[in-house]
């Protein structure tokens, strides 16, 4: 894909992150000539543009017509087309086979040649306040039946994935018919070419490795591999890379080989038919999920970048029940008082305790309601059970690679090759756990 086709993203590199960047903004007034001509509305029609919010690769915007409100999200060009048509083909079949809230898209353009200058997404306006801002003021009745609602939509999305739909390879939806909203086997979707951050943050957009869709796990995180081989590559071949810069190639590179010695041993090369799959959200965090006053869950948000997985990542717990296990709930007065100058935010009340109080109290529901998704997602979909006994290795191995894609915990990750080459099977958060700052 030719470079002018990224036009108007640059990157930031000067923190420890790279980072996508606007080299233009987004104007108000193209946005409204854009809904003014996408919703067929007269010149003397109210047209209200406001700026809503900012994502990593996007800017939302709330439009206010006679019509009532809906959101405009305008995107960078991360992965031209691709991004903006896998998102709406996944919103579209979620809507079509599932009873999962997610918003309805009213137009879009997966395409920069607009007013606007980038590709854009018109969706409905979805009720309702991130669990995020309202957690700490439910009850944990209330808290319990978001997490049996949550594991409602996703045993849900599971079971049309393999009954109805019956994904095989892995990748982003890809459409028969995008324009379609009716269920035509021309507008069926199949896994295509796959969306996402490994694969299209910086230079990896322009690598010549493969994107799927990919028959198996092993051809998926093989490709993850190659990225991280072709970006130690890259520092080699760089005259100006430094003794430093070269000596953290070669570890990545040996951390990277490594991994790819022991890919066969987990998962399959050989895979016919393709692997079954299902539509994974891997960021079901609270401020993506979207509540109101009594905790019925309204909306699930931000399917930019899902795809569809393998059977062992639906092992793996939503994002927002994450985190350490704490069986003991957390005594409040036995916390001091958080200081004025810490009290308090735009978001959360802190009921004048330390945030220690707090970081304890949520560690110990977490591990509840663990419990909770597990029963339900038991009861809802039995088959997760299976998935559950026999993924903890599979989940690891992907822990492995990301982290050495991002470089975090190399000399643990590498630890934990090591153990499993040996015949031992830690959990690699145990043996990460091990030292936190090793790097």
């Keep these: 894909m030719p470079p002018h086709q990224r036009d108007g993203l640059e990157w930031d590199e000067s923190g420890f992150d790279l980072k996508p960047r606007w080299a233009r903004q987004p104007q108000v007034d193209k946005i409204a000539q854009v809904c003014r001509r996408t919703l067929d509305l007269s010149v003397k029609d109210r047209c209200l543009i406001t700026f809503h919010a900012e994502g990593a690769f996007n800017k939302v915007y709330l439009v206010d017509t006679p019509r009532g409100t809906s959101l405009l999200r305008v995107s960078l060009p991360v992965d031209p087309k691709h991004k903006t048509l896998g998102e709406v083909t ?6 079509r086979m599932t009873h999962a809230p997610v918003p309805k898209i009213i137009a879009f353009d997966d395409s920069q040649d607009n007013e606007i200058g980038f590709e854009w997404i018109l969706m409905e306006l979805m009720p309702g306040v991130s669990a995020y801002k309202r957690w700490r003021k ?33 990748g982003t939806l890809s ?18 070419r796959i969306v996402s951050h490994m694969f299209f ?20 995180l093989n490709a993850y591999l190659s990225i991280v081989d072709e970006e130690q590559a890259r520092v080699f071949a760089d005259e100006e890379a430094d003794e430093d810069d070269r000596e953290v190639a070669e570890y990545y590179q040996r951390v990277a080989t490594k991994l790819t010695k022991l890919l066969p041993k987990i998962f399959p090369p050989l895979q016919n038919p393709a692997e079954q799959t299902v539509l994974w959200h891997d960021d079901l965090s609270l ?14 948000i931000d399917w930019e970048c899902v795809s569809c997985k393998p059977l ?21 007065d036995g916390y001091g008082d958080a200081s004025d100058d810490v009290m ?36 809802l979909w039995p088959q997760w059970e299976t998935e559950v006994t026999y993924a903890p290795l599979k989940l690891d191995f992907f822990g492995a690679v990301a ?37």
């Design 201 to 220: 943050m910086g230079d990896s957009f322009d690598y010549d490795i493969a994107r799927g869709p990919f028959r198996s796990s092993h051809d998926w």
């Design 312 to 332: 062992w990542m639906t092992a793996e717990l939503p994002k927002f029940l994450l985190g350490p296990t704490r069986e003991e709930e957390p005594n409040r």
């Design 138 to 170: 439910m009850s944990m009745a209330q808290k319990t039946w978001l997490v049996e609602q949550v594991a409602d939509f996703q045993s849900q999305l599971f079971r049309r994935s393999l009954e109805d739909a019956k994904f095989q390879s892995i």
């Design 287 to 300: 401020p993506n999920i979207l509540v109101d006053d009594d905790g019925k869950v309204t909306a699930l």
């Design 90 to 95: 996944t919103l579209r079949w979620i809507r």
């Design 344 to 379: 308090g935010s735009d978001e959360l009340d802190d009921e004048g305790k330390t945030e220690l109080y707090w970081i304890h109290l949520m560690e110990y529901e977490r591990t509840q309601l663990r419990k909770v998704y597990a029963d339900k997602m038991k009861q």
């Design 403 to 439: 982290r050495c894609a991002n470089g975090w915990y190399l000399k643990r990750t590498e630890q934990w090759v090591d153990a499993v080459e040996g015949g031992a099977f830690p959990r690699l958060m145990d043996v990460l756990q091990g030292n936190l700052n090793s790097r």
């Design 175 to 192: 459409p028969g018919n995008p324009e379609s909203e009716h269920h035509t086997p021309s507008s069926d979707p199949k896994p295509g």
